[in-house]
């Protein structure tokens, strides 16, 4: 079975810098897409990373220039770096991964369970 398992969440000040990490497990045959997304209490689940087609990144413009995300495909890993946190990025961040198993085609979509970001003013 396929499991995502995030870390690197924390309490940080206004300004400070956390890096996420997303961590599968499994049979994995190959990690085709990947994303990060993010939900605060009262709020709907929001995209803030997510792959292109062409091999790129796209990003809502609440964090366009402050988030990066990345990948060690060969770890089956994927990061999120924040720089510049702001108060109203605090919430409950998840990994999404696109994944083929092995000896399986196409793929489905696995979530990871969350790690909290708080950042305090």
């Known amino acids: 079975q396929v499991q995502l398992v995030e870390s690197g969440g924390g309490l940080v000040q206004a300004g400070g810098s956390l890096r996420l990490s997303c961590t599968a497990s499994g049979s994995i045959f190959s990690i085709n897409a990947m994303g990060w997304y993010r939900q605060a209490p009262g709020k709907e689940r929001e995209l803030v990373a997510g792959?292109?087609?062409?091999?790129?990144?796209n990003y809502p413009d609440s964090v366009r220039g402050r988030f990066t995300t990345s990948g060690d495909y060969a770890k089956n890993t994927m990061y999120l770096q924040m720089n510049n946190l702001k108060p109203e990025d605090t919430a409950v961040y998840y990994c999404v991964a696109h994944i083929t198993e092995t000896g399986a085609g196409g793929g489905n979509n696995y979530w990871g369970r969350g790690t909290q970001v708080t950042v305090s003013s």
């Open positions: 792959t292109t087609s062409s091999g790129g990144a």
